[in-house]
């Protein structure tokens, strides 16, 4: 049997995954052999995802992990499976930095320089605002790193940052970020999460 195992995949990402495997095993497998996914949980903390990709790499001798979805938790799993020679294919994660781990880190996905560019063009080009503010959730390299760009395209374009303000996943209160951007007066508010 090939066992493959994951972290916690978004639900439409294991949808997909579950139809491909279902494909690919109706038209005989892989080598001939049957495909199965094990899906385990990470809880959407990049600790515990290093804590079941090393059980996945070490305990269970998988042949490749699947997963994340987040770019901060891929990062974690990256770490792990890298020196492990262990191959890692993420459906989700654009952060830059995930696929900069090293050879055995892939992705299927845009990568955020391009998302955040490309939303900053159709601010500018088809929304056709000169001026924007930020709200970035500073613990979520996908987040950070859709602003950062989004920011850099903007400016380069002619935009105006006029305010950029910080939360963190989990937060229930942004009436202090939403009080300083009203302050400023944007066309729109870019929130990448």
């Given at each position: 049997d090939l066992t493959g195992k994951t972290a916690q995949f978004g639900e439409s990402t294991r949808d997909g995954v579950a139809l491909a495997v279902e494909e690919a095993n109706a038209a005989g497998g892989v080598l001939g052999k049957k495909i199965r996914i094990q899906l385990e949980d990470n809880n959407g903390l990049p600790q515990q995802t290093s804590q079941v990709v090393r059980k996945l790499v070490y305990q269970d001798n998988v042949l490749a992990v699947l997963g994340e979805v987040a770019s901060s938790r891929s990062i974690a799993g990256a770490k792990v499976c890298q020196p492990?020679?262990?191959?890692?294919?993420?459906?989700?994660?654009?952060?830059?930095?995930?696929t900069k781990i090293g050879n055995y880190i892939f992705r299927t996905c845009f990568i955020d320089p391009f998302q955040g560019t490309v939303c900053a063009r159709f601010a500018k080009d088809h929304l056709k605002v000169k001026n924007a503010a930020v709200l970035t959730d500073v613990k979520?390299?996908?987040?950070?790193?859709?602003?950062?760009?989004?920011?850099?395209?903007?400016?380069?374009?002619?935009?105006?940052?006029?305010?950029?303000?910080?939360?963190?996943?989990?937060?229930?209160?942004?009436?202090?970020?939403?009080?300083?951007?009203?302050?400023?007066?944007?066309?729109?508010?870019?929130?990448?999460?």
């Open positions: 492990a020679g262990m191959p890692m294919i993420s459906p989700t994660s654009t952060n830059p930095e995930v979520n390299a996908y987040s950070v790193g859709l602003s950062k760009y989004f920011i850099e395209e903007f400016k380069r374009g002619g935009g105006q940052i006029v305010a950029e303000q910080n939360y963190k996943e989990g937060d229930e209160n942004f009436r202090s970020q939403l009080a300083a951007i009203k302050t400023k007066n944007p066309q729109v508010i870019f929130i990448p999460g």
